[in-house]
């Protein structure tokens, strides 16, 4: 099965910051790559997929890139809405898409 | 609009079953894959299981082979998850999702189960 690994796990930043979350696949996953925002008592939305690939109606201020086995989210211009968990997701594997561990991002 | 609704979920003692539903209306169900997840309180999201947009393949994680079974009926417009052999490490929040190009498009808002005596 293919592992997902994110770092770091735990984030501080302050509104206004540039913010990258990495992740990590143990095998090529090619550009099969999602990520997703969740708050708290909310369902995951999806921010990005095939990579880097922008969701309709996300704001451009997030962007992913990478291919292979290393992947980053990046968040230009941290806003006060953008405090939450993201995880990654492979999708390579039919239909059993193992996610990353999440990276909860706090306000410091 | 996509619209996803679980139901199901409950409180079981271990060992016993559960099914969950997922009704769904705005788009061509017969036509998209669906999937499971689930969110163990205070803990990440784990992809439980997957089912081709006809019924004819199915995909489950380690963890739940052998004790879950994903289904689905298309003239309903539903998605099924019977689970059995509950264990207290099952107790989450189960979400359906929608796939689409290859990530899970849309979500419901969950249905949580609790194993417990």
């Known amino acids: 099965d293919i592992q997902m690994t994110q770092s770091p796990s735990s984030l501080s930043a302050s509104v206004g910051d540039r913010v990258t979350i990495t992740c990590r696949a143990s095998q090529s996953i090619s550009n099969y790559l999602n990520w997703y925002q969740q708050k708290p008592g909310k369902a995951p939305k999806v921010l990005i997929y095939a990579a880097s690939t922008l969701q309709s109606g996300v704001p451009s201020r997030f962007s992913g890139s990478g291919s292979g086995t290393d992947f980053t989210l990046t968040i230009s211009s941290l806003q006060p809405e953008d405090f939450a968990t993201y995880y990654c997701?492979?999708?390579?594997?039919?239909?059993?898409?193992?996610f990353g561990q999440g990276t909860k991002l706090e306000i410091k | 609009e996509v619209q996803l609704l679980e139901s199901g979920g409950g409180l079981v003692q271990p060992g016993g079953s559960l099914r969950l539903s997922c009704a769904t209306s705005?788009?061509?169900?017969?036509?998209?894959?669906m999937s499971w997840v689930r969110q163990a309180p205070g803990k990440g999201l784990e992809w439980v299981s997957g089912i081709g947009a006809t019924g004819g393949t199915t995909y489950y994680a380690d963890s739940v082979k052998g004790r879950f079974t994903i289904s689905r009926d298309n003239s309903k417009n539903t998605l099924y998850l019977q689970m059995n052999s509950l264990r207290a490490e099952d107790t989450a929040v189960y979400y359906c999702?929608?796939?689409?190009?290859?990530?899970?498009?849309?979500w419901g808002q969950g249905t949580l189960v609790t194993v417990s005596s």
């Open positions: 999702a929608k796939v689409s190009s290859t990530m899970a498009a849309s």
């Open positions: 997701q492979q999708s390579y594997s039919t239909l059993i898409y193992t």
């Open positions: 705005g788009f061509i169900f017969s036509t998209y894959a």
